[in-house]
């Protein structure tokens, strides 16, 4: 079951007749309840490898996973394969590639649209608790009037705008195929996803009580803001990826 350390995965596959038999479980796996194809990482020969498995394939189970601090609606899944029997052509690439040239890929393309996701998220924040402070009087004026509350405003604002940038130019990097992107877009996730917990944090005080309660949106925005520091590799694999390339880079 591994983490952060992906090259330590612990599925085996093994070849056999034009086929390969995969034996291991994963947890946490995205839209796992109800996913038709599964991207799945096994060391092959001691290499991880990336092959494909089909949800009817015998051996093949899930369990769900339920009761998450945010992302609810992900449709979390534990995955068992037990001695699964998959044909040789759902193998993707070559043996030993899986990490090198599959899920470098796909961590690329998940953290992009994380960040992307974090931006949104904070800017549903920022609409809220705008909206919230015009309504909300305390003191005989409206919050909004405030400083101490215009200062959290203004500290979504830029914020939200900081991350969206980001996000342009690592999209814009991509659409050059500038291999620059895998860098600028470590950076697009991990100021976003920390962004994102600041400002829903900020939103939530903005709310004061009704924020902590489920009758309005800020309470589900920073429990789902929590996560984005999470998946698609971690801040703190974040801070380590984007100081080594740093270093080697100045
Ligand atoms: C909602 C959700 C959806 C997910 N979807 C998927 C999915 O679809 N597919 C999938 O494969 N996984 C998925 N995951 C799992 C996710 O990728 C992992 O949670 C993530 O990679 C971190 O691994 P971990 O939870 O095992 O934490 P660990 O790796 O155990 O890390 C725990 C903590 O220690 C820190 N840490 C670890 N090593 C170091 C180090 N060397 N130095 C400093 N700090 C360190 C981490 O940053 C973290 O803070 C999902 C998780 C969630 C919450």
Known sequence: MVGSDAKNVQSVAVASDHNYVINGHKKWITMGQIADIYLVFAQCEGKPTALLVERNTPGFTTTPITGMLGARASMLAEL???????????????????LSHVALHCLDYGRYTVACGCVGLGQACLEQSVHYSRKRRQFGKALRENQLIQKMITGMTVNVKAARLLCYHSGYLKDVMDPDSIMETWTAKYFASKMVNQVASDAVQIHGANGCSRDYPVERYLRDARINEIIEGTSQMHEMLIALHTIRNI
């Open 80 to 98: 068992h394969l037990a001695d699964c029997v998959i044909p040789e052509e759902n193998l993707v690439g070559s043996v030993g590639t899986g």
